[in-house]
């Protein structure tokens, strides 16, 4: 073999990347399966480099073995790669891009046909861009750039394609169909990374449609929205479903104007209109990166070009920054408070991250692009360098984000290439990390995890620097005096410029503090500290723009407090803190009556490593084990359970509401909790209950854990639903203690005691309430069931929804070999076969009887709405009964459940789609729970609220969260229907 080929250069132009070896184990599995697909194929070439002992092999046996995406790429299209011994890489790259323009034009094209050519085309484009990466031929800037371009060819040929057809139908009337975008009318506009030329490796794309109704193709104006509508249906079709061969790109067209009222396809008019009359900030931002990228590509600039003094201000805009930044603003409590945890950290949207840098650059370009013509630049980096020859950032804060910038792109690179998952989060276990890391070509994970921490470090220096200065207590505000009875007017004036609408009644209550009336304020000391304190609070409950309320939940907590010397000190020296705290205050009322009712749990909060350390099963179980430790009191075990619960519970969301943890992380550490506290809990009544009756010979008891918590999904606030399980020796006849019980009685009440150790009222509150009518019978039903009574009543007389809800049962206390054995009986109960069509009938018709009993209260009502909370649950409580799963998928879990959907039963595209609406749901779901008492009503919700949601679902106002949320409904009810009732 010629050394070209050997080291790569054949194929790259370059020698490749040595990446650091992984099991050799895997890489030879990984190879060979590669091979036998170069075999099959007759790729005799790639066949002879696979069994050879060079750099290149080693180099795809490495790749192969970290990614099973682009291991399965090479098995599915071996010839993609032996194409390359004929022509490299780059050249292949180009003639692809060729062959994907040239499909509109293919004779006798079909819809099937360019659906088909252009999975094909992107897969192997995109596998090659891959590969390049990894091998160092390509930096990550040229990565984007091709993946950008990509992206441009497949919807600009299916742009023509549709213009084509249309033309063919008499819809259109096309001046040049040689070169059908030439004047259509048809205008799309690139947004976000796209728009950017800096599109990542599994990225949605962003697109605005637009017409130009007075187009010469277009021959009935009147009629123009309805046909590009229909159009515009068709790209996304061609470019989103999922085929057997895969798909295109996922399509998102969210940021046009108003998306939850209007068409797919607005008027150019109509749009400048909007945008000149109700357009908002974040709109211009958005518009900073927008480009044409198929169409009418003249009507495309000429479009942005009118709406370039709507983006760029005649005068510095400072005026708009606050706005710009809402979907930021409530959400840096965490800044500086602690090391980053490196595992599960989002590299997008987390501290540090991608979007922090691109914020830092936006918001700067909408200050003084108006002014500065060469600040309006798309790409995040060359704006960088505008930024520092324009004088508005230095050197070293130019060089330092951009090196970043390129590191953090390539690690969500990197992260997307092991399964083509828009994933930006890292993984949480160890090989996952380490994975990653040596796809970026480190030794381990833990030199990554250093770098990658530096990385963020850097990053949020210069975001604080710019945005984020710590609170100053001499602030140059205006006056505050809050001596004497009399409103000082100097003082009202300065707290209505604060942002408070009841500036009078807010003077009353900071002199309050200043008369000592609270146990916290009672010394001069407290007073004092407080006093210093005072303007950076009230500055910071401002930002809130609910000020008045804030300040009042504060003024709850502070009534509430013991103590406040050593929390206003606190406040004062980490501005971290306090920024945490006016968070509470602003955007969780829930958070902030908890607090206010035990101020103890406040205290975790002071852990330096609180956001560092993720809250899983170890964690807490080793956090409870020290805080038991030396508990001997029965009544004292079941208060420390609760308030180690409480705590835990709190600092759980604390990590949710900062960005430390995501959603399904908070389910999985809630569940976690209860099922430790709630074992903890068994134990110490099993101990207590012993002492006056002894035991049952033989006596053994396991809980199962069900609804939420069986399927590790509690939210904050949740009840939990137990069934309690026991057995015994065959010839027990009573317990051997003091008082003895017969087996059937001493469960009973043991059962009694625990449901009183977990739910009943004491001092320190209540540790969960328990809901046990999930057991056999029901509330007609003992409260402890016999193990082979139980198994007994599943297989004779249970009904269908009890059958549905054990797909959802796991054991989570008790005797570890009875919780075995039930879990071995539950498994084979759920694998009795069927009639598919009979559990699908029965599903449909009580989805409807819920639906007439318990409509739902609105649209953000996620559990009831339809295609809600309880369609993907039905779906996939069905699934598991119905042996719909792929096999092997043994997990409680919903999103589990609906991501192993068989094929023959849920084809990839709406499985995909019900795992991403699961997603969404949890996620909106667990930060509602959290931080409001009741369910979310956008009129009455706090303003930090509502941004906390845009920053978790990164969308940039409410009314697109809607229409996501009503559309993502929509089709989750249409998948419903399809998948059970259709198939009945």
Not at 64 to 87: I, K, T
Not at 732 to 758: F, H, N
Request: charged share 25%.
């Amino acid at each position: 073999m010629a050394p070209s080929a050997a080291d790569g250069r054949v194929w790259f132009n370059v020698p490749v990347n040595a990446l650091p070896s992984v099991e050799a184990e895997a890489a030879s599995e990984a190879l060979e399966i590669v091979a036998g697909a170069a075999g099959e194929a007759g790729a005799r070439r790639l066949s002879a480099l696979l069994a050879a002992d060079a750099p290149l092999t080693a180099f795809l046996s490495t790749v192969f073995a970290l990614s099973p995406f682009l291991r399965d790429c090479a098995r599915r299209n071996p010839l993609a790669l032996e194409a390359l011994f004929d022509a490299p890489l780059d050249q292949r790259l180009e003639t692809l891009l060729d062959d994907i323009g040239a499909s509109a034009y293919a004779e006798d094209q079909s819809e099937s046909g360019m659906m088909k050519a252009l999975r094909g085309f992107k897969a192997e484009a995109h596998f090659l861009i891959a590969l390049a990466r990894l091998a160092g031929a390509a930096d990550t800037e040229l990565t984007t750039l091709r993946l950008s371009r990509l992206a441009d060819a497949c919807v600009g040929a299916a742009v023509d394609y549709l213009l084509l057809d249309a033309h063919r139908a008499g819809k259109l009337q096309l001046p040049d169909p040689a070169h059908p975008a030439r004047d259509s009318g048809w205008v799309l506009l690139a947004m976000g990374k796209l728009g950017a030329n800096e599109l990542n490796f599994s990225s949605d794309i962003d697109l605005i449609v637009l017409i130009d109704p007075h187009a010469p193709a277009i021959p009935e104006p009147y009629e123009a929205v309805d046909l590009f509508v229909r159009l515009t249906r068709r790209l996304v079709r061609i470019l989103q479903d999922r085929t057997e061969n895969g798909y295109v790109f996922r399509t998102d067209l969210r940021l046009r104007p108003d998306p939850g009222s209007t068409p797919l396809a607005l008027p150019l008019e109509a749009a400048l209109h909007y945008y000149e009359s109700r357009g908002q900030n974040w709109e211009r931002a958005a518009m900073i990166k927008a480009r044409p990228i198929a169409g009418d590509l003249a009507a495309g600039s000429g479009f942005l070009k009118e709406l370039q003094p709507y983006v760029w201000r005649k005068y510095l805009d400072y005026a708009a920054i606050a706005d710009v930044h809402s979907i930021k603003r409530q959400i840096h409590a965490h800044k500086g408070h602690g090391e980053v945890a490196v595992k599960g950290h989002n590299v997008k949207l987390g501290r540090g991250g991608i979007r922090e840098i691109e914020f830092f650059v936006q918001t700067q370009q909408l200050i003084a692009g108006g002014r500065f013509p060469a600040l309006r630049g798309r790409k995040t980096v060359a704006m960088l360098g505008e930024l520092a020859a324009c004088g508005w950032i230095d050197a070293e804060a130019r060089d330092a984000l951009t090196r970043q910038y390129w590191f953090l792109r390539d690690v969500e690179h990197a992260l997307q290439m092991v399964a083509d998952e828009q994933t930006h989060t890292l993984p949480e276990d160890d090989e996952g990390l380490e994975q990653i890391a040596h796809l970026l070509g480190f030794d381990s994970a833990d030199t990554f995890s250093e770098t990658f921490r530096q990385s963020l470090r850097l990053v949020e220096k210069h975001y604080a620097a710019l945005f984020e200065t710590a609170p100053q207590l001499s602030r140059g505000i205006g006056n505050l005096v809050f001596t004497g009875d009399v409103d000082d007017p100097d003082t009202l004036e300065t707290l209505s410029e604060l942002g408070f609408s009841r500036p009078s009644d807010m003077c009353r209550v900071i002199r309050g503090w200043h008369y000592g009336r609270y146990r916290a304020t009672q010394s001069a000391e407290a007073r004092e500290r407080l006093t210093e304190l005072t303007p950076a609070l009230l500055e910071a409950f401002g930002r809130t723009r609910r000020a008045d309320e804030a300040l009042l939940r504060f003024d709850a907590f502070l009534g509430g407090l013991p103590a406040g010397i050593q929390l206003f000190s606190l406040l004062q020296s980490n501005p971290a803190l306090l920024e945490m705290l006016v968070s509470i205050m602003g955007a969780a009322p829930r958070l902030a009556a908890i607090i206010t009712k035990r101020p103890h749990v406040f205290d975790g909060l002071l852990d330096p490593a609180l956001l560092s350390e993720l809250p899983d099963r170890a964690y807490l179980a080793e956090r409870l084990e020290a805080f038991l430790a030396g508990a001997q009191l029965y009544e004292e075990i079941l208060d420390r359970l609760r308030i180690f619960a409480a705590e835990q519970k709190f600092l759980i969301g604390i990590r949710l509401l900062t960005g430390a943890i995501d959603a399904s992380r908070a389910g999985k550490a809630f569940s976690d909790l209860a099922d430790l506290t709630v074992s903890a809990a068994l134990d110490a009544v099993i101990a207590n209950f012993a002492l006056r009756h002894g035991t049952v010979p033989g006596g053994k008891v396991a809980i199962l854990g069900m609804g939420k918590l069986g399927s590790r999904e509690l939210t904050a606030g949740s009840d939990i639903d137990l069934i309690l399980l026991y057995d015994h020796a065959p010839d027990a006849e009573q317990s051997d203690g003091e008082k003895p019980l017969a087996p059937s009685e001493y469960y009973t009440r043991l059962t009694q005691r625990l449901i009183a150790a977990v739910s009943a009222p004491t001092a320190e509150g209540v540790l969960y309430e328990l809901d046990l009518r999930l057991r056999p019978s029901g509330n007609k039903g003992p409260v402890a069931t016999q193990v082979e009574a139980f198994g007994r009543y599943q297989r004779q007389d249970a009904w269908t929804w009890e059958h549905m809800a054990l797909t959802r049962a796991r054991g989570i206390a008790g005797d570890a070999e009875l919780r075995a054995v039930v879990e071995v009986e539950v498994a084979a109960i759920l694998a009795i076969p069927r009639e598919r069509h009979a559990i699908f009938a029965k599903a449909v018709e009580m989805r409807a009887l819920l639906e007439e009993e318990k409509p739902p209260r609105d649209l953000w009502d996620l559990k009831l709405v339809p295609g809600g909370l309880i369609d993907l649950e039905f779906i996939a409580q069905v699934a598991v009964l119905g042996g719909c799963c792929e096999e092997g998928v043994l997990s409680t879990a919903t999103v589990d459940v609906l991501a192993s959907l068989a094929p023959d039963f849920c084809p990839p595209q709406p499985r995909q789609e019900l795992v991403e609406a699961h997603q969404l749901y949890t996620m909106l779901t667990q930060t509602t729970r959290l931080c409001l008492e009741g369910g979310f009503d956008p009129e009455e919700a706090p303003p930090g609220f509502a941004d906390l949601l845009l920053r978790q679902t990164d969308l940039p106002e409410l009314a697109i969260l809607a229409a996501h949320v009503e559309e993502t409904a929509k089709r989750v009810r249409g998948h419903f229907e399809q998948l059970l009732g259709n198939k009945q």
